[in-house]
């Protein structure tokens, strides 16, 4: 397993932008397709983004597509989440994930989880 470490969260009024980092150690982070979930209040945890090990594929839930960006620099270990025109609803917690392969991850198959980052989008 990889270690993952999210940072970037807070508060954020509607329209504002975001960016959240996860930082990976342990496993060799380039070989991991990496993804980012979120959990709202009361709800489940949801898909949000993923990317290949390579960052030439990226994948994202139709709630997010075209405002939220996922991008990745292996040489730091690290994964990102830009998130602009923020909106209340996307107010959740943001988990990193892991796995192997990308197509797992949209399925919510996960290696490795961190320990989530708290976004609250106020309107």
């Known amino acids: 397993q990889v270690q993952l470490v999210e940072s970037g969260g807070g508060l954020v009024q509607a329209g504002g932008s975001l960016r959240l980092s996860c930082a990976a150690s342990?496993?060799?982070?380039?070989?991991?397709?990496m993804g980012w979930f979120r959990q709202g209040p009361g709800q489940g945890r949801e898909f949000v983004a993923a990317?290949?090990?390579?960052?030439?594929?990226?994948y994202y839930a139709d709630s997010v597509k075209g405002r939220f960006t996922i991008s990745r620099d292996n040489a730091k270990s690290t994964v990102y989440l830009q998130m602009n025109s923020l909106k209340p609803e996307d107010t959740a917690v943001y988990y990193c994930?892991?796995?192997?392969?990308?197509?797992?991850?949209?399925?919510?198959?996960?290696?490795?989880w961190g320990q989530g980052t708290q976004v609250t989008v106020s309107s």
């Open positions: 990317i290949s090990w390579t960052g030439k594929s990226t």
């Open positions: 342990g496993r060799t982070f380039s070989s991991y397709a």
């Open positions: 994930a892991a796995d192997a392969a990308s197509s797992n991850l949209r399925l919510g198959v996960v290696d490795s």
